[in-house]
């Protein structure tokens, strides 16, 4: 069982930027894919950025691409989700997700994926 907390979220006007946290326990972190999703009101949960378990590869969703950037640190525990140039749009309750599988983001089946609870950026016009 991996638990996954995620930190960090708030609001902010179009254009700012925000940073988003998440802290795993109980499991070896380095061993897990991490990864962002993200759920606006009315529409399913949608990815937005994932990592493998070294750092060493990344990949985005093409509505946040060269605008946020995932990275991790294994000596904490911790993934981060750097946000940039924040548009209304990006408004939503963002989750991490840890998973053994770094296919999971690419739309492989996993069976196993660990969810936060989720925190909610707002951005303003």
């Known amino acids: 069982q991996v638990h996954v907390v995620e930190s960090g979220g708030g609001s902010v006007q179009a254009g700012g930027s925000l940073r988003l946290s998440c802290a795993a326990s109980?499991?070896?972190?380095?061993?897990?894919?991490m990864g962002w999703f993200r759920q606006a009101p009315g529409n399913e949960r949608a990815f937005v950025a994932a990592?493998?378990?070294?750092?060493?590869?990344?990949q985005y969703a093409d509505s946040v691409k060269d605008r946020f950037t995932i990275s991790r640190d294994n000596a904490k525990s911790t993934v981060y989700l750097q946000m940039t140039s924040l548009k209304p749009e990006d408004t939503a309750v963002y989750y991490c997700?840890?998973?053994?599988?770094?296919?999971?983001?690419?739309?492989?089946?996993?069976?196993?994926?660990?969810w936060g609870q989720g925190t909610q950026v707002t951005v303003s016009a």
């Open positions: 997700t840890a998973t053994r599988s770094y296919t999971y983001y690419s739309g492989v089946p996993d069976d196993t994926v660990y």
């Open positions: 109980g499991r070896t972190f380095s061993n897990y894919a």
């Open positions: 990592i493998n378990w070294s750092g060493s590869s990344a």
